[in-house]
Structures are given as structure tokens and as C-alpha cells.
């Protein structure tokens, strides 16, 4: 059976806000999404709505994951039922040592009916499969002895991120510009990375500006985002096209869209300035 | 909810307190409830004490009863005539774990410690209530000159030892639960480690309360001459009753020039205990003391571990932990004080609420004239994880000279909705995801700790945080 993410008519709001107004989007178990669109477009909503963040109230519409409620899911279920995300800004966890962070998420995303207190993955087997993940990462095994995101530097927070993404194998992963911040070699090791890891082997829906992070992960589709809304979708001649050519023709071809889009981008720039 | 519904029973202080639960003993000898001269003379008559320390133990029990109960830290309501001040539970202390009461054993085998005892190096005394029941000396030990024996054992054979330092580092002016300790004091632990001699593995001592309304007093002297190193570490867990009970313990320690002193503890108390502690160090010349110290548990903890630094190039160092839930309140802290010049302390303290508990870090760092160019740096977080439970700072800072550094940090921090979704998003549930963040607030104390107590501090983090999300 193929595994199915499906979004109907998704609304989301922050607060009263409304953010998302009406997003329908099918991935299917396998296949390359890319969803670009310009700042505060609702992006990185469509991602946290997926992944359950308590801030973003699901207004109507529905997630369902092969048929199954996924908005009826706390986020730990919803992780435990093969949905990730990859987070623009992961949280510190200071004292939390990586290798404990990650052996105990993989425990509980592996054997998804563990009850808490039950045995975690055997250290051995557990160390082994890490350090081979890391090496095939190219990342220093240093690394699993740090405190999880606590000092990292951007392009440190967006490793570990994917290598997140390399242990616990999820079904479908939303990936939230895992390229920004990144230098250009940076960004094409991330590439080779998902496109390792996640190409053709899961849902991936990648969140980005630019084209160098679709270079070894060419889009079956891609989504452009504006005011809340997919309003065009193509291949991936449209990744290549606005990452040129930027987004003047879509703020043109959908001038209500744009004006949501600018009217939420002037509600955010009051809100940070009070 | 109605009115006339039957309140719900509080369970939930008991079910966290794992080592809630007793064994009868058959005591050989319980003194009467209460605290007066007969019974300050009974305790020293059985002990067949030499006159000096009865006659400290009578003129503590005159300060004892001279000083009023502190009101400041917590709230103090204890009936001091309503408490057991001693009680023996074998007639001789045993020589190997095969002396030990099979009672006792039993015991031990509910708190686990037969596993850690195999472990357990041969510097290991466990004290079950008032006296050392077991106890064994590494010959080797023996042979470099180390004394590790029971505080009671010493008194009789290096009087010449307790008469000088015994009761010297905290007089039983200094406060009324040091006095009241002074005046019926039992058991606790002797150290003498020679001049040169460093023990590379660490001394411990277990201990626990078990019997109803019982006091424990137990007292303990550390001696750690010139050049000398040791590393102390004490670990206990109470079980729980359901009457008031009293632990105040004097530790004292003296480190003299280019010796150092670690003294760790870990202490899960039963949540109707009062912990009233005294800890003081001197610190001679170049040398180190530090205190690491764990809180958990008990109604109210009262704890200041200190260290004089009393000649040039001391080092104090105090690192604390303080855990506090429903009906608990950890008033800990620490107090350097520098007494010389060039010497440099550090105060780390950590502490955590939660289900209405109270923490509150209560520190002194006082600089004497004539200290300049001393160092002090005081760092405190606390972790508050609901709304109910609270967290105070009070920091008391003297300092008497110009040319000194003095650094003190202190930070409040909730556990964050988006460091909880993180964790979420990766499968964890809410309560493994607290669970981990308070672990890893506390993590730069632990790894300090000897690995079976780093896991036994993890391991007592985990069932207090059980329940705790909901």
C-alpha cells in the first residue's frame, strides 16, 4: 500500500489570526514536493499545522494520514506515526546529550506502542546504527556527545536536523528551509543528504527559497504559497523559474492573494515593533 | 464540582516516594520520647562516653534549650518533646555483611542497596538508624594510616583527634539544631586521612531513618591533613511516615594546606522529614574543599553547606541541587566565606519545582578585611515547571574589600512550550519530554557525581517526575 499525507481545505490560525485559508495538498509515500512562496506566505504554518504545534489552531479542514485523523493526534503520536518535520529553528535542549535525545526518540518512533519506562533500544545496537549514520553524514561522532542544538551554529542545527531525519525514517518528512543560513558547499551537502536519505524513499515536502537544496531532489511537484493559499502548482521547471525570476508574476496573476499576503507581513512587522 | 463530593484522597506525594514503606525492628534499647538531662545522660551512659563529650553534650542541651527556633528559611512546627533522640538497633556493630541482622538486610534489599554494595568498595558504611550496623576498612587503607570508622567508635580511640577538632569547626553556639545535634548525636562517620595519602576511590556511607518519630543526629568529623585527597560521598533515601520526624546532622571538615576534600550527598528524604543540617569547612592554605550536595524530598530542608577559606590560596567550591514537589519546601544554599587573601569560591545551584513545591536558594559570600584579591562567583538557576510552585533567590553579599571579583548570576526559566514540542515531535510523550529537560538542567551537576550516583540521581528525578504532567 502507498502511503497517503492528504490536506483538505485547510484553515489555520495563530491566535485570531488567520493564516492558512483553505490548503489542499496530496503527497503520496515516495514522491518530491517543493513548497515555495514569499515571506509570510504560511509556509512554515502548513508544516507546524502538520506536525501538531499547540500554537496553530486547525480552524477546519483536515489531515489525514492513510485515511487516519491526524489532527485527532497529539504531536508525539503524530511523530510515532511516521510524521516529521525538519524545523528552521530547532529548540535547545541543554544537558540533553544528542545520542540520548535520539536513542530515545528512535525507541519511541520504532516501536511506536511503547509505554513509557519500557526498554529503549540496546545501547550497542543503537550506538552502531548512529556512528554509521554519521560517518555516511560525513559528521564528526563528537557531535552525539553534544547537548542537543545547545551552541550550535546554523549550519551545526540543520545537521542534526537531518540526521533526525536519517534515524527516525519517517513516512513523510516536511523539511522548513533546511538550506537557509547554510554556505553553498553546506547547502549541497544537505542535498546528497535528504536526497539519501529521503528521495523516493518517503513524502518529502521541502520548504525552501532556493533551487540548490532541489539540486539532487528534483521536485515531482512544485507548490507555490501565497496569502494562505496554493495558488499555482507545476513541476519542477517552476522551482527553477521563481527561484530566477522571483515571485513578481504570481504577486500579479493573484492580486488577492497578495494583498493577504502584505497585510499579514504589516501585521507582523507591528507586532515585532510593540 | 459540587460541593458535597468527598474530596479525592492525595495519593499521588506517597506513590512518588518509591522507599515508602518499613520493617520492624526490634530495638535493643529505645530511649523515652523527648530531650532533657536524664536523657542526654542515658545516651552517654550507653555509649560509656568520657567525661568531656558528656559534658559537651549537657552544655549543648543548655544552648539547645536557650536559642528560640529560627524564623527565617522555612516553617519550623516541631514538638521536640514528641521525638525518639536515640535508638540502638543491635548490640554490637557488625564486623562483615553476614553479622548484619537479617531484618536489617531485608531493608536493604527493598532499597536496592545489596546490588550497589556489591559494587561497593571496602570503604562502605551503612548506618542503619542511630548506629553503624556494617562496616568494613580496606587493609590497605588501614596500613597508609586512613582512620574511616563510626563517629562513636572514635570518640573511645582517638580521643586525642576528637578533642581537638570535635565540635571546634561548628560550636553548638552557632545555631540551635548544631546544638540540639551536639547534645544527643549519634553514629555518623570518622575520617582521618594522613598526611600525602590520596584515595583514589571514594568513601561512602549509607544511611537511613526507620522508626516512627525518630530523630536521626548523626554526626560526622573529616580530617584531611596536608597534601592529603578524599572524596566522601553519602547517600540515603527515608521511608515514609506519617508523623513528623527530625534529621539534623552536623558534618564538620577541616583541609589542611595543599589537601583536598570532596563530600557528596544525595539525599531523598520521606516527605514529612525535617532536614535541619550544619556543614561547615575550613580550608587551610592552597587547599580545596568542595561540596556536592543533592536535595530531594523531606517537608522542609534547611542546608548551607559551607567553607571558610582561612588562608591564602583556598578554594571553595559548592555545587547543589535542589528538588522540590507537593508539600515540600528545599531552602538550600551555600556560604563561602573568604577569610584570607587570594582565595576563590564558586557557588552553582540548581533547583527545580514543581506540583506546588518551593525552592529557594538562601546563600551567603562574605569577604573579611584583609581578603583582597579573592574571587567569588555565584551562578543560580531554577526551573519552575508548573504555575503552582514557586522559586525565591535571597543572595547575602558582605564584602570588606576593594580589590576583590565578585560574580553572581541568577536565572528563572519555565520549561518552554516550544522546547516541549521539539521533543514531542521527535515521539517523546510530555512526560519523557520533561523528564528529559529537567535531566538535562541538572546534567552539569551530575557528571560530577561517582556513576552509580549520577544513575541513582537520574533514576530518583524520574520518579519524582512521575505523575507530574497531566
Redesign the interface.
Known amino acids: 500500500m502507498t502511503h497517503v499525507l492528504k490536506i483538505e481545505d485547510l484553515h489555520v490560525s495563530v491566535g485570531d489570526k488567520p493564516i492558512l485559508r483553505g490548503v489542499n495538498l496530496t503527497l503520496n509515500h515516495g514522491e518530491t514536493h517543493a513548497l515555495m512562496g514569499p515571506n509570510g506566505s504560511g509556509k512554515s504554518t502548513l508544516g507546524l499545522a502538520i ?5 496553530y489552531e486547525v480552524t477546519s479542514g483536515s489531515i489525514t494520514l492513510d485515511g487516519k485523523d491526524v489532527l485527532e493526534m ?3 503520536e ?3 506515526a511516521g510524521i ?2 525538519a ?1 528552521q529553528r ?7 546529550k544528542m545520542a ?2 535520539l536513542r ?2 528512535t525507541t ?2 520504532r516501536r511506536p506502542d511503547r509505554k ?1 519506562g519500557e526498554e529503549l533500544i540496546p545501547m550497542r545496537e543503537f550506538r552502531k546504527e548512529l556512528r554509521e549514520k554519521m560517518e555516511h553524514l560525513r559528521m564528526d561522532s563528537e557531535f552525539a556527545r553534544r ?2 542544538n545547545d551552541g550550535f551554529s546554523g549550519g551545526e542545527m540543520k545537521r542534526a536536523e537531518i540526521l ?1 531525519l536519517a534515524m ?1 525514517q519517517p513516512k513523510f518528512a516536511v523539511l522548513d528551509e533546511t538550506d537557509s543560513g547554510l554556505d553553498a558547499d553546506a547547502v549541497r551537502l544537505a542535498s546528497e543528504s535528504i536526497a539519501d536519505i529521503g528521495h523516493q524513499k518517503m513524502g518529502l515536502l521541502i520548504i525552501t527559497h532556493h533551487d540548490k537544496l532541489l539540486e539532487h531532489n528534483p521536485p515531482d511537484f512544485t507548490h507555490v504559497m501565497l496569502g494562505g493559499r496554493l495558488v499555482e502548482t507545476g513541476g519542477k521547471e517552476l522551482a527553477e523559474e521563481l527561484h530566477q525570476h522571483g515571485y513578481d508574476r504570481i504577486r500579479k496573476a493573484y492580486p488577492d492573494a497578495e494583498a493577504l499576503n502584505q497585510k499579514l507581513l504589516a501585521e507582523d512587522a507591528e507586532e515585532a515593533l510593540a | 464540582m459540587s460541593t458535597d463530593a468527598p474530596a479525592e484522597p492525595k495519593t499521588e506525594i506517597g506513590e512518588i516516594n518509591k522507599y515508602n514503606f518499613r520493617t520492624e525492628t526490634t530495638g535493643v534499647f529505645k530511649a523515652k520520647k523527648g530531650v532533657n538531662r536524664e536523657v542526654v545522660n542515658q545516651i552517654s551512659d550507653i555509649k560509656n562516653e568520657p567525661d568531656w563529650m558528656r559534658e559537651f553534650r549537657l552544655r549543648s542541651l543548655d544552648i539547645f534549650e536557650s536559642k528560640p527556633t529560627p524564623k527565617w528559611g522555612g516553617a519550623i512546627d516541631i514538638d521536640f518533646q514528641d521525638i525518639f533522640y536515640y535508638l540502638k538497633p543491635t548490640d554490637h556493630q557488625g564486623k562483615t555483611w553476614d553479622d548484619v541482622p537479617q531484618e536489617i538486610k531485608d531493608t536493604f534489599d527493598k532499597l536496592g542497596i545489596p546490588e550497589a554494595e556489591k559494587k561497593f568498595l571496602a570503604g562502605v558504611k551503612a548506618q542503619f538508624e542511630s548506629e553503624v550496623v556494617y562496616g568494613s576498612l580496606e587493609e590497605d587503607l588501614a596500613k597508609k594510616g586512613v582512620i574511616f570508622t563510626d563517629t562513636d567508635t572514635a570518640v573511645r580511640e582517638h580521643p586525642e583527634l576528637l578533642r581537638e577538632y570535635f565540635g571546634k569547626i561548628i560550636p553548638p553556639e552557632d545555631n540551635k539544631f548544631a546544638a540540639l545535634n551536639s547534645a544527643v548525636w549519634s553514629g555518623g562517620s570518622f575520617i582521618y586521612i594522613p598526611k600525602g595519602v590520596s584515595i583514589d576511590f571514594p568513601l561512602q556511607a549509607y544511611f537511613r531513618i526507620n522508626a516512627e518519630s525518630m530523630g536521626q543526629f548523626e554526626r560526622t568529623l573529616i580530617l584531611v591533613d596536608e597534601g592529603a585527597n578524599v572524596h566522601y560521598v553519602e547517600g540515603c533515601t527515608a521511608p515514609m511516615y506519617s508523623t513528623e520526624s527530625l534529621h539534623s546532622a552536623v558534618v564538620e571538615v577541616v583541609v589542611k594546606r595543599n589537601a583536598r576534600c570532596r563530600y557528596t550527598t544525595i539525599q531523598n528524604w520521606a516527605n514529612n522529614i525535617y532536614n535541619l543540617v550544619t556543614k561547615r569547612a575550613y580550608a587551610y592554605g592552597d587547599a580545596t574543599m568542595e561540596w556536592v550536595d543533592g536535595n530531594l524530598g523531606s517537608k522542609l530542608t534547611m542546608k548551607y553547606p559551607a567553607v571558610h577559606m582561612m588562608e591564602p590560596g583556598a578554594r571553595g567550591e559548592i555545587l547543589s541541587i535542589a528538588f522540590s514537589s507537593a508539600g515540600q519546601h528545599q531552602d538550600a544554599g551555600a556560604k563561602l566565606v573568604h577569610e584570607a587573601p587570594n582565595t576563590t569560591g564558586q557557588i552553582i545551584s540548581k533547583s527545580i519545582s514543581k506540583n506546588g513545591g518551593r525552592s529557594s536558594y538562601r546563600g551567603l559570600v562574605s569577604v573579611h578585611p584583609g581578603a583582597h584579591n579573592s574571587k567569588n562567583n555565584v551562578v543560580c538557576d531554577a526551573l519552575i515547571l508548573d504555575a503552582e510552585s514557586r522559586s525565591d533567590t535571597y543572595p547575602y553579599i558582605e564584602v570588606s574589600e576593594q580589590d576583590v571579583q565578585i560574580g553572581h548570576e541568577a536565572s528563572v526559566s519555565r520549561i ?4 516541549m ?13 520533561s523528564t ?2 529537567v ?6 551537576l551530575v557528571k560530577e557525581l561517582p556513576m552509580e550516583y549520577a544513575i541513582e540521581m537520574n533514576r530518583l528525578i524520574q520518579l519524582q517526575m512521575e505523575g507530574s504532567v497531566g
Open positions: 506536525m501538531g504545534h499547540p500554537g497529539a504531536p508525539d503524530r511523530a510515532r516529521f518535520m524545523f530547532p529548540m535547545a535542549i541543554p544537558g540533553v540520548d535525545f530515545h526518540a519511541n518512533v513509557e547537548y542537543v533526525q527516525l | 518552554g512550550e516550544e522546547q514540542f521539539y521533543l514531542l515531535s521527535r515521539g517523546l510523550t510530555e512526560q519523557e519530554a528529559m529537560i535531566n538535562g538542567f541538572i546534567e552539569p
